[in-house]
């Protein structure tokens, strides 16, 4: 479904969603689209239930029905698609629709950050263990990747993002640019530019990307910039 605005959700995901008989996700992102589901069966739960989901997805879809499971961003990132090919192995076939990420969302708000080579980094360490996230964010840093960080704080994790922070700075210069968009294409969305070395002093959540800047990274006129290496 994208990042949860209407004009982002590709005519490939509209389709699915017409065509489906029952509509099955978190029920956050489900609450996104409700407009568009109304006359669907819909089935929800919360946060941590992905298994569940994706079980009774299967479930109902050997049953005969079309069943379209619902992620926010590309189902394939962090998304519901692998959990749902490993259950429906064997069972029904799956037909993963590509989304827009968060990602690349984010960046397009901010304006070109991610022109160059980049990494995406969660840290959450509900499913990986906080060394293997230390390891990521500290190769990434090292090889002048920009930095795309998913799920940078909550209200039981608020030490991973300063976390990171530290372990960036070890590689990147204080000034290097960094953006945080909160609610990218939602209707809501937030924004600000700010630097490396301050970015602690500004607002972060769940609903948060946060893109941290290569060493060639620039602001110019107010958007973050990645220079591709084009000569002009």
Known sequence: MGPGDKNCLTPEAMQALEQADVVVGYKTYINLILNLVADKKVVTNGM???VQRAQKAVEVAISGKRVAVVSS????????AGLVLEIAAGKVPVNVIPGVT?????AASLGAPL??????????????????IVKRI????MADFIIVLYNPKSNNRQQQLASAQ????????PK???GIVRSARRGEESKIITTLEVMLEHPVDMLSTVIIGSPQTKVENGYMITPRGYRF
């Open 48 to 50: 941590r239930a992905e």
């Open 73 to 80: 961003g590309d189902p394939g990132v962090y998304g519901m």
């Open 102 to 106: 968060a990602a690349t969302a984010a």
């Open 115 to 132: 022109m160059h080579d980049f990494a995406v980094i969660s840290l959450s360490d509900l499913l990986t263990p906080w060394e293997t």
């Open 138 to 141: 500290m190769s990434a840093a």
């Open 166 to 173: 530290e372990i960036i700075l070890q590689y990147r210069r």
């Open 176 to 178: 290097t640019p960094v």
